[in-house]
């Protein structure tokens, strides 16, 4: 079992920036995939950005230039820098963890609100 817990969310001005943090109750060398994920109000959860335990990225094309997902294996968490934030970045963001074993394991933290206005 494994379990996050977000942190860092807030209000900020349009161009404005913010961190994410997503702590990991266990050793991430465990796990095989990390990534934020967004959900505005009405809408679905879409993909941000992931990272795998081999430090490959992949972003979402809404989000590239702007954010970077970050990982510190020694801290055993994840971050997600936010920068040049636009309203429609509004939404609740949550950290994703995923281990891929005999079957596809997928974890999830309670989220995080962001909001972007002026």
């Known amino acids: 079992q494994v379990h996050l817990m977000e942190s860092g969310g807030g209000l900020v001005q349009p161009g404005g920036s913010l961190r994410l943090s997503c702590a990991v109750s266990r050793g991430m060398f465990s796990i095989n995939a990390m990534g934020w994920y967004r959900q505005a109000p009405g809408k679905q959860r879409d993909l941000v950005a992931t990272i795998t335990s081999g430090g490959n990225t992949n972003y979402a094309d809404s989000v590239k230039g702007r954010f970077t997902i970050s990982r510190d294996n020694a801290k055993n968490t994840v971050y997600l820098q936010m920068n040049s934030l636009k309203p429609e970045d509004t939404a609740v963001y949550y950290c994703?963890?995923?281990?891929?074993?005999?079957?596809?394991?997928?974890?999830w933290g309670q989220g995080t609100q962001v909001t972007v206005s002026s």
């Open positions: 994703n963890a995923q281990q891929v074993r005999a079957s596809v394991y997928n974890y």
